[in-house]
């Protein structure tokens, strides 16, 4: 399977990535609830 033009284990290696720099950097983990509260709104 594709997604935009990347194989789906690299997407999901991207989303791996993402939660582990969640959890390691409080600046970034604010950052993605921000993110996450403008997109659903």
Do not use: P
């Amino acid at each position: 399977m594709r997604l935009v033009g990347r194989d789906h284990t690299t997407v999901l290696h991207a989303c791996r990535k993402i939660e582990q720099l969640r959890e390691e950097s409080h600046d970034i983990k604010e950052d993605f609830s921000n993110l996450i509260r403008t997109l659903s709104s």
